[in-house]
């Protein structure tokens, strides 16, 4: 696959609210293990190779195990995932999926004893953050494995 273009070499200074946002979420106190499996599911989805290769390289390089990156298209039927990551990945679907799901009330609702009403909105802040991302990189063909590796 060729790329369109290089979107951070062409476009810097508009990219730079997408960059603070994405070091807001980074440092919002969330589980950087719930933020690798939330980028990398809602990668999966979207179909971006670029992403899904960079997050879960990142996961593994901050401890994740290769075997809750494998299963995490099929979290569902695997024993691996907290109840609040299956909170967190159904949102995930939810709202990455929004045209078709709406957002429902019980994928809303599966996060409220796990999360506090800040946190949904961090969660959703991510969640967002992280579609945008694969907007971009599917839209311009990014190429897997030519981002730079990232400290954990």
């Not at 997050?55 to 494998?70: I, K, Q, W, Y």
């Not at 099929?74 to 159904?90: C, D, K, S």
Request: net charge negative.
């Amino acid at each position: 696959m060729t790329p369109r273009l290089d979107y951070f070499a062409t476009a810097p200074r508009m990219l730079q609210p997408m960059l603070a946002l994405e070091r807001a979420v980074a440092t919002s106190g969330m589980e950087h293990s719930l933020i690798h499996l939330v980028k990398t599911r809602a990668s999966q989805i979207n179909g971006c190779a670029f992403c899904i290769e960079m997050h879960s390289r990142d996961a593994m390089a901050a401890g994740e195990s290769p075997a809750r990156l494998f299963l995490l298209d099929a979290w569902r039927e695997a024993p691996h995932y907290t109840e609040r990551e299956r909170a967190a990945l159904a949102w995930t679907e939810a709202l990455t999926l929004v045209s078709t799901t709406g957002a429902p009330d019980a994928d809303y609702d599966g996060l409220r004893p796990h999360f506090s009403d800040e946190e949904i909105v961090k969660l959703s802040l991510l969640i967002a953050t992280i579609n945008a991302w694969n907007r971009l990189s599917v839209g311009f063909r990014s190429v897997p494995g030519s981002a730079p590796a990232r400290a954990a």
